[in-house]
């Protein structure tokens, strides 16, 4: 079966049985917005991104918090151990990879490598880790993303593939934290872009 072609808006909503009037109203006006704000590639994602990763951290930490210390620490059969473990793997691994997008290459990977042993310590370097992220993000020149890397055997990235893969890594393990929360009947609430209170979208 040959698939027809579809060239313009209105035929992908006509091909989904819809008609562009059933386009949600806060997309189609962000959608009409967004050229305006000129910047291109993939700079806004990165922007974006960093304000979901440290909307995320908040509410994760924010809950972890609220765990005895001992639960923090008890293992509990994941891939690190336990709770404080991984939420330290996660931001020392995006140290690492945001340190080699700025020219600095990381150690070899040690998983029994800790940054911080107390939460307290842990949640303030993380706090102070993502408002950096988020002020390069949004401070950077647009084509600064683009800029390309080389590892050692000589494969060479853009700088925002690096950047997909430090905010991929901390949803991957941020899962497994939450997992576990859900197990011992917290609620952790909305994980979806939209809802993300620090989005700010074009003025109309």
């Known amino acids: 079966m040959e698939l027809p072609q579809i060239s313009d808006r209105a035929g992908w909503f006509a091909c989904a049985g819809l008609s562009e009037q059933d386009e949600p109203a806060r997309y189609r006006h962000h959608r009409r917005n967004r050229a305006a704000s000129r910047v291109s590639g993939y700079a806004p994602i990165a922007i974006e991104l960093s304000r979901y990763n440290q909307w995320q951290n908040e509410k994760l930490f924010g809950l972890v918090a609220l765990l005895p210390p001992d ?17 330290d793997h ?16 990381p150690p070899p990977f040690d998983p029994k490598m800790r940054m911080e042993e107390e939460f307290d310590n842990l949640r303030a370097a993380r706090i102070g880790f993502d408002a950096r992220l988020r002020l ?37 393990h941020r899962s497994q934290v939450t997992s576990e929360l859900t197990r011992m009947g917290v609620d952790y609430g909305s994980t979806d872009l939209p809802y993300n209170p620090l989005t700010q979208f074009p003025a109309p």
């Open 90 to 105: 996660i931001l020392m691994v995006e140290t690492q990879i945001f340190g080699y997008i700025n020219g600095v290459m």
């Open 71 to 87: 639960e923090r620490s008890r293992d509990r059969g994941m891939f690190f151990g336990d709770i404080l473990a991984t939420l």
């Open 136 to 172: 390069a993000c949004e401070s950077a020149d647009p084509g600064w993303f683009d800029g390309m890397t080389e590892t050692p055997k000589g494969h060479r990235h853009p700088r925002s593939f690096w950047w997909s893969q430090l905010f991929n890594h901390g949803t991957h």
